[in-house]
């Protein structure tokens, strides 16, 4: 998750009877009632992190929802998922060449793989898993795989998998090939859980984002922070930001997960045609009216030419779309543009409630705050601090994930630059102590962001972040020492703070922090800078 603080706000519903003369009691309209965003995170949800924002007026609404949310992909993912032995989908597919009556779920996300298989020209396949596991074979291996093997992998993907029968609603299993639903199987359980959190609360509006595909829906629009590709923080600086509402967005691209063969980086995302890893496309984002046309799009545009890609997108109404090749080159559908905030406009409009994926740092848009004259030397010319952490998630299922803080202070303990800051509502803000008393003045003096964030997947409960050089202020601050705090709280629950002094110079450097109950894992990597964030 990235670009981190989150807070609550009003919104204030309207309705006929505000706008109107007064009328009788009888067919008034009841006043209005107050709702905020409650938000919540989670770790290990779908294999990745999970975002929640609700739209209603109180926690016990609020709960309610998240209750419902959860239990629809708990629900969804024991029919569909590939890696639970015992879900549906895992046991139809130890069946060969009998008919078996399937769910409707299973039945249908098998239908829709029909369907973008023959859309794709088979550039989306849910077979494509042979050709990946011949790939992660070969990297274990530390050798390509072989021309043999990637063309009996090829062959056995082209052959027909399942046959469907809507009468009986039935699926019979043709043959070995591993399939996987990844595709767009996480978008559908996203709408069906957005859907579920709704219909069980009420909710004026509900967010659903997980692993960075996310719907948008209800009686809002969100600000969507598109990430950069080529960047690897989670506090980078987006290549774009959207405005969505009552849509879907996803993101699919080769920059988070794949495989690393003799020093070469070879994407998870195979061209099920070719046997090949998709390398020509870094990510592609598609925004759309529904989630399982965003997440199969998503997925070809990145195994697709863009030629190929555009006449795609163009054969299903209301997609729009970026594609950023390994060039560099950006490809946006004609309607990209609308959807645009000002490129120096990092504010949410005001009726948004604030969330916690914006660091207090970063409190000024570009329009109001322009950096000091550089001081010489300065670290921020050249160097970057990327602090890496993993969350303990301690082989539980789904788990909410702890508050964090990451900042630092000068070597006479000065708060210097606040990195990132993950928190619940702002009464708990003070559980993360240490932060707070530097702090508390500075941040509540701010409450003017709201975001979400559309990325590859991520594993879940890992996260680097970045220190950029440069103090609250934007200023370039002088080499020296200085001291990085990373302070982990839970509600009401544990606490730890972790601390390590660096003395920032012109020599690279890198730490490793012991791990705690709840932070398994904790680097820091002083740098040259990789690139212009």
Not at 42 to 63: C, F, H, I, R, W
Not at 402 to 421: F, G
Request: proline share 7%.
């Amino acid at each position: 998750m990235k670009r981190i603080p989150l807070l609550l706000s009003v919104i204030l519903l309207p309705t006929l009877a505000a706008i109107l003369l007064p009328i009788p009691a009888a067919w008034a309209t009841p006043p209005p009632a107050k709702t905020r965003f409650f938000v919540s995170h989670y770790e290990n949800v779908l294999g990745t992190s999970m975002e929640l924002k609700v739209a209603v007026p109180d926690q016990q609404t609020s709960d309610k929802a998240e209750h419902a949310v959860l239990a629809e992909i708990d629900r969804l993912s024991k029919i569909l998922s590939g890696y639970d032995p015992n879900s549906e989908f895992s046991r139809w597919q130890k069946t060969t060449g009998t008919p078996v009556q399937i769910s409707p779920e299973l039945f249908e996300v098998l239908s829709l793989f029909d369907q973008w298989r023959q859309r794709t020209g088979g550039a989306l396949d849910a077979s494509a898993e042979t050709i990946t596991r011949v790939w992660k074979q070969a990297a274990k291996e530390q050798r390509l795989p072989a021309t043999t093997e990637l063309e009996a992998a090829v062959e056995k993907v082209r052959q027909p998998h399942w046959r469907l029968d809507a009468t009986t609603r039935s699926a019979i299993h043709l043959d070995n090939a591993p399939l996987m639903l990844n595709s767009f199987a996480k978008s559908y359980i996203i709408q069906h859980a957005a859907d579920a959190g709704r219909a069980a609360s009420g909710a004026d509006a509900i967010i659903v984002n997980i692993g960075g595909d996310l719907v948008v829906s209800g009686h809002t629009k969100e600000t969507i922070l598109v990430s950069d590709p080529t960047a690897d923080a989670e506090n980078d600086n987006p290549i774009d930001r959207l405005r969505v509402g009552n849509a879907a967005i996803a993101t699919s691209g080769n920059y988070r997960r794949g495989e690393n063969i003799g020093g070469h980086w070879y994407s998870h995302i195979v061209d099920p045609r070719t046997g090949q890893p998709a390398d020509q496309i870094l990510s592609a984002t598609v925004v759309a009216p529904g989630a399982t046309d965003a997440g199969a799009l998503a997925t070809s545009l990145n195994v697709m030419s863009p030629a190929e890609s555009i006449q795609l997108a163009r054969q299903v109404p209301g997609v729009e779309y970026l594609i950023i090749t390994r060039s560099g080159e950006r490809i946006q559908s004609p309607g990209w543009k609308a959807l645009q905030l000002p490129a120096t406009d990092t504010r949410p409009a005001a009726n948004t409630p604030a969330t916690d994926n914006t660091r207090p740092s970063a409190k000024t848009s570009p329009t109001a705050i322009s950096p000091a004259t550089p001081l010489t030397p300065s670290i921020g010319k050249d160097f970057e601090l990327a602090v890496n952490l993993e969350i303990n998630l301690q082989n539980q299922g789904s788990v909410k994930r702890p508050y964090v803080a990451v900042w630092v202070e000068d070597e006479n303990h000065a708060p210097v630059r606040t990195i990132t800051l993950w928190h619940g509502p702002d009464r708990y803000l003070p559980e993360l102590k240490s932060w707070f008393l530097k702090y508390r003045g500075l941040y509540s003096a701010d409450r003017n962001f709201s975001a979400s964030v559309t990325s590859a997947t991520r594993s879940a409960g890992k996260y680097t972040v970045k220190w950029d050089g440069r103090d609250d202020k934007g200023n370039d601050v002088p080499p020296g020492k200085y001291i990085v705090k990373i302070e982990i709280s839970r509600e009401h629950g544990t606490y730890q703070l972790m601390r390590q002094e660096i003395d920032c110079d012109d020599t690279p450097k890198s730490f490793t922090l012991p791990g705690n109950i709840e932070i398994s894992a904790a680097s820091l990597d002083y740098r040259k800078k990789t690139n212009g964030n």
